[in-house]
Nanobody
Framework: QVQLVESGGGLVQAGASLRLSCAGS????????LGWFRRAPGKEREFVAA????????SHADSVKGRFTISRDNAKNMVYLQMNSLKPEDTGVYYC???????????????WGQGTQVTVSS
């Protein structure tokens, strides 16, 4: 079992940057695919980015490509989401999740954090 705790959210203006962090527990953390999802007000949870267990392969949603970057540090049991050039449409609750394969569907992930709020003002 993996426990995940997100941090780093906040209120920023459009064009600013934020780095989200997700701390994982459990000896098998390094063996999991990790992903970031977000839920905007009134919308379904959507895929943002994911990274394989070794960190060698990443995937980013088209809406964030070139602006967001996922990375991980298995020695620290951490996964990060660097978010640059933030837009108001990036507003939402951001969730960290772990799973066994690189996927864009929430149902492919088994463990979830509680989420961290990101609000981007125009």
């Amino acid at each position: 079992q993996v426990q995940l705790v997100e941090s780093g959210g906040g209120l920023v203006q459009a064009g600013a940057s934020l780095r989200l962090s997700c701390a994982g527990s459990g000896r098998t953390f390094s063996g999991y695919v990790l992903g970031w999802f977000r839920r905007a007000p009134g919308k379904e949870r959507e895929f943002v980015a994911a990274i394989t267990s070794s960190g060698g392969v990443t995937s980013h949603a088209d809406s964030v490509k070139g602006r967001f970057t996922i990375s991980r540090d298995n020695a620290k049991n951490m996964v990060y989401l660097q978010m640059n050039s933030l837009k108001p449409e990036d507003t939402g609750v951001y969730y960290c999740a772990s799973g066994s394969r690189l996927a864009v569907t929430p149902t492919s992930y088994d463990y979830w954090g509680q989420g961290t709020q990101v609000t981007v003002s125009s």
